[in-house]
């Protein structure tokens, strides 16, 4: 948990989630240019996110000034009203302490000063206060958030059914059943029933269900 300075004022972490999932994710810098496409991108997936119950927050080291600033840009950028508005606040870290504290740093790029900029980190968090997933990108690499909300929906499948979502998997695809259900139980505990894909190892491993209703 934490306090911190925001675009809605000060917040504290755990009470801003409150029964929530929540998304955190960092930026090196306002005004650059591969942040301000993420975040444009994160404000046309905030309907999505939202209908998921995730709190999507934001954390960059300039000032509240400078992102309620650079808020206009974003907008504009998706080719909105320029308001200063966003729907979700950004946390101001100018002097770089809550990106230390969740290690946030990239240790390969600098900024002009010569200053570890802060990575691009997401944050996945469930409404335990738990971290559900952590991912890490250099400075240079924007995300991909279709991915991110992916991956919640993947979190939010398995945090409630016992079963696993494999490669490329998406919503109402086949998903998979984990190694420690036993064969004997699977039958009853999947009644859409278990397919078990053929392998030269003979291991019944490669166990699939159809999507939890």
């Not at 991108?41 to 905030?46: M, P, Y």
Request: aromatic residues 8%; charged residues 25%.
């Amino acid at each position: 948990d934490f306090e911190a300075d925001t675009t809605i004022g000060r917040i504290k972490f755990h009470e801003f989630l409150g029964g929530s999932w929540g998304v955190l994710f960092s930026h090196p810098r306002d005004y650059t240019p591969v942040c301000t496409t993420e975040l444009g991108r994160c404000v046309k997936l905030a309907p999505e996110f939202k209908k998921r119950n995730v709190r999507m927050i934001a954390l960059s080291i300039d000032s509240v000034e400078d992102h309620l600033g650079w808020s206009k840009d974003i907008n504009s950028y998706n080719c909105d009203e320029p308001t200063e508005t966003l729907p979700f606040p950004i946390i101001a870290d100018p002097k770089r302490d809550l990106a230390v504290k969740l290690g946030m740093l990239d240790p390969d790029e600098k900024d002009m000063q010569g200053m570890p900029v802060t990575a691009r980190c997401v944050f996945i968090i469930g409404p335990d206060k738990k971290m559900k997933l952590s991912i890490l990108y250099p400075a240079t690499t924007g995300r991909n958030f279709d991915e991110i909300l992916r991956v919640v929906d993947s979190l939010q499948l398995t945090a409630v059914h016992n079963v696993a979502t494999p490669v490329d998997w998406k919503p109402g695809d086949r998903v998979m059943v984990p190694p420690n259900v036993p064969e004997e139980e699977a039958s009853k505990l999947y009644p859409s029933g278990v397919f078990n894909k053929a392998l030269p190892s003979r291991k019944n491993y490669l166990r699939y269900t159809a999507h939890p209703q």
